[in-house]
């Protein structure tokens, strides 16, 4: 069993706030943590020896400190198997994908190294003669990270790597439901890491917004919901804090002619299915031209029908269940609110068990046919199994359903047509945009959203820089 408090100044302290538990989904009578949420006292604590480390840290050039965080991350591979262990106990998922998402967080966190030494910096000419004019980029300072639970080592590395190498102290806050990870991490920074660099406070939507709201925090980096990203961003606003948000999705591909459909719907199954469909750049529409619709549906549910649900722990598990109550609570819901209103589930529709997993969260891999633009279940972000699927008779009907949701975050297009793809990358309302393959993000590519799915700076590679660094404008005269 995990017991953490929070990580202050290199030190484990006890949370002075209310203590909660994590429970293993496939089997929720399985305590798997108990922690200790802490104090807005504690919070403020951790914000001041981040400012106090934050000092010491960004005069370091940043080649050596790429260096020092190179040695974290090796301490972390080390531990892989720990790390993924401990995703799956809290998370769910099986046990293959949270090794492949460890070793993805490694991978970005790597890449972010060569951007620390590239320092973003340009020497330009001065409209004025014998000066030299240059931009370069500073440390933000103190970051405040607030991340979510179904990726809980992916989504905290996202920030760590890039708040380190560029000279930042990160405050890390984690999902109450699933912090393990997050402490593992922190762990095996202590004693490579000055202490103070990299801090854990533990705790829920509190203690979140009090990390976010302490006058000390340079900058706010959100991964969660579109609600969460709003209150965060009010917040932020006090302080004039820097904000990064990355928030939902409801992310489609469209399919328009194709010549192997089963390559097609294979793509599409893994992108709406992986981690239960709790990704925020899920496939959660397929957008089908009505020739291909009856070969789609069909294709569809024969992929959803073959996933083995189970304990993630189990080799043959090719599904695990949803991480909490609520959220299993939650699909349930929209899904019967989507067949109230006309849908229908070809396959799946609602809540399952497992033999043995006695009150596992798990949910039916699910494909609604039948379903129109206005509809809840074409609109809202659902965030479990499920696919609807959506007929269109027209290149501009497809364009319209696929950008007539609030969201922007991912989309895929299947098509031969140079035309189509053309338009597809100028008019796909998202911010990342994929053709003839899934939704998947490359370790190196910038990642983000538009409209509802995101604000400020993308994060992942290059595009980290203009969120954890400040741009200056420098005018030298030589004498
Ligand atoms: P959530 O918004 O409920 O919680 C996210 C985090 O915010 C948690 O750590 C939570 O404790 C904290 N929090 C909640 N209220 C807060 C407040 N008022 N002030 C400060 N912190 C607060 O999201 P979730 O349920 O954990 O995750 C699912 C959501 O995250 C989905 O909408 C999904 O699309 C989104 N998500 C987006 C991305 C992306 O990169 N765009 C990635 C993963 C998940």
């Known amino acids: ?199 854990i406070v533990n705790g829920g939507a509190a203690v979140g917004a009090a990390l976010v709201g302490s006058p000390g925090v340079h900058g706010v980096t959100f991964t969660g919901s579109v609600a969460t990203g709003k209150r965060i961003y009010a917040l932020a606003a006090d302080s004039l804090a820097a904000v990064s948000l990355e928030l939902g999705g409801k992310n489609a591909a469209v399919v328009n002619d194709v010549t192997d459909l089963g390559a097609c719907l294979d793509q599409i199954v893994a992108a709406a299915f992986m981690c239960a469909g709790q990704r925020c750049t899920a496939i959660s529409r397929v957008i089908v031209h009505r020739r291909l619709l009856a070969d789609v549906e069909e294709g569809l549910a024969a992929r959803a029908r073959k996933f083995v649900l189970g304990d993630g722990m189990d080799p043959a598990t090719t599904m695990g269940p949803l991480t909490n109550e609520a959220q299993h609570a939650r699909v349930t819901k929209m899904v019967e609110a989507g067949v109230s209103e006309g849908a229908r589930a070809i396959t799946g529709g609602r809540p399952t068990t497992v033999a043995g997993l006695d009150g596992g969260y798990f949910y039916e891999p699910t494909v609604l046919t039948g379903v129109t633009p206005g509809m809840s279940v074409a609109r809202d972000e659902i965030f479990g199994p499920v696919i609807s699927v959506l007929a269109y008779d027209d290149l501009d009907q497809a364009f319209s359903i696929l950008n007539g949701v609030e969201y922007g975050l991912t989309s895929a297009l299947f098509s031969n047509d140079n035309g189509v793809i053309q338009r597809f990358v100028d008019e796909s309302e998202n911010g990342m945009i994929h053709v003839n393959h899934g939704t998947i993000p490359d370790i190196h590519m910038p990642f983000g959203g538009v409209k509802a799915s995101g604000v400020g700076a993308y994060s992942v590679g290059a595009s980290a820089a203009a969120f954890y660094t400040t741009e200056h404008s420098v005018y030298v005269k030589h004498r």
């Open 1 to 199: 069993m995990y017991e953490y408090g929070s990580l202050i100044a290199g030190q484990w302290v006890r949370g002075a706030g209310a203590a909660f538990e994590t429970r293993n989904p496939a089997r929720p009578a399985e305590r798997v943590g108990r922690y200790e949420a802490a104090s807005a006292e504690q919070v403020h604590e951790a914000v001041l020896a981040a400012a106090a480390a934050q000092r010491r840290w960004k005069v370091i050039p940043s080649v050596e400190r790429g260096a020092i965080v190179e040695k974290f991350l090796a301490a972390l591979e080390a531990r892989s198997d720990e790390l993924a262990r401990s995703i799956t106990l809290e998370q769910g998922k099986p046990l293959a994908e949270s090794r492949g998402e460890v070793a993805k967080s490694l991978a970005e966190s790597r890449f972010m190294l060569g951007e620390a030494a590239r320092g973003h910096s340009e020497v330009l000419p001065s409209a004025r003669a014998g000066i030299r004019n240059m931009v370069i980029h500073r440390p933000l300072g103190v970051v405040a990270a607030i991340t979510p639970w179904n990726f809980p080592i992916l989504t905290p590395m996202r920030k760590i790597a890039p708040a380190l190498v560029f000279g930042n102290a990160i405050v890390l806050k984690p999902s109450e439901f699933a912090p393990a990870t997050a402490c593992l991490i922190a762990d095996t920074a202590r004693g490579i890491l000055p202490d103070g660099i990299l801090q």
